[in-house]
């Protein structure tokens, strides 16, 4: 079974539009960590966020907000007001203990 | 600022050469890590190293082989090409094992 699944393999959204990436995990642990990275066409994939498992408190950071919810196994990350630049791939994973699980990423296209 | 570079962005080889992907990281961490990734399968790990010397085989260690004899360094080694081989491979290094991992740019591997 897929640890870490994102079910939305492909997404294009108009510029300015809001878009929400899923993000559904699965672990026994109590403690692990939660992560989002972004890959654009370049191929380079830059860390975004890194939330534990003990908090649950959304995060803001300008146009980007997550929101961590156990009770449903999700991490969903949301993009306000899309720009082009935001076309990528955006990657979220798990880590429990010294095991780190990438999902299958979500192809993400920003149309001017 | 973490950094991991990658000696080649783009190489074409061909089958049955050998091949040496070069990686080095300048924030002293313990643990490096190589994956390959390819369209639909998302990051799969191919070997990682958690000290100098030391290496553990990931998900896909089959026809590769590895080297850390220094810790800022680890290469990725194809001993004898394939065109199955052809992808791209990115590097990539943290501090603890299940930290957040940082990634170098991609290798991108054509092998004819």
């Known amino acids: 079974a897929q640890k870490v699944t994102q079910a939305q393999t492909e997404i294009s959204v108009v510029e300015k539009e809001d878009v929400t990436l899923d993000c559904v995990y699965e672990t026994r642990d109590t403690t692990y960590y939660l992560f989002w990275y972004k890959q654009p066409p370049s191929g380079e994939l830059v860390f975004l966020i890194r939330?534990?498992?003990?908090?649950?408190q959304n995060e803001i950071s300008g146009r980007y907000s997550w929101n961590f919810q156990k009770s449903t196994s999700s991490f969903n990350f949301t993009i306000t007001a899309s720009q082009v630049v935001d076309s990528a791939v955006y990657f979220c994973a798990l880590s429990e203990g010294f095991q780190f699980y990438f999902g299958t990423g979500t192809s993400l296209t920003v149309i001017p | 600022d973490v950094k991991v570079t990658q000696s080649s962005r783009y190489l074409v080889k061909r089958t049955g050469e050998k091949v040496f992907l070069e990686c080095v990281q300048d924030?002293?961490?313990?643990?490096m890590f190589w994956y390959r990734q390819d369209p639909g399968l998302g990051l799969r790990l191919i070997y990682f190293?958690?000290?100098?010397?030391?290496?553990e085989k990931g998900d896909i260690p089959e026809g590769y082989s590895v080297s850390r004899e220094k810790k800022e360094r680890f290469s990725l080694i194809l001993e004898s090409a394939s065109t199955n081989q052809t992808s791209m491979y990115l590097c990539?290094?943290?501090?603890?094992?299940?930290?957040?991992?940082?990634f170098g740019e991609g290798s991108w591997l054509t092998v004819v």
């Open positions: 939330r534990n498992s003990f908090d649950e």
């Open positions: 990539a290094s943290s501090p603890t094992l299940g930290n957040t991992i940082y």
């Open positions: 190293s958690y000290d100098v010397k030391m290496k």
């Open positions: 924030m002293d961490h313990e643990n």
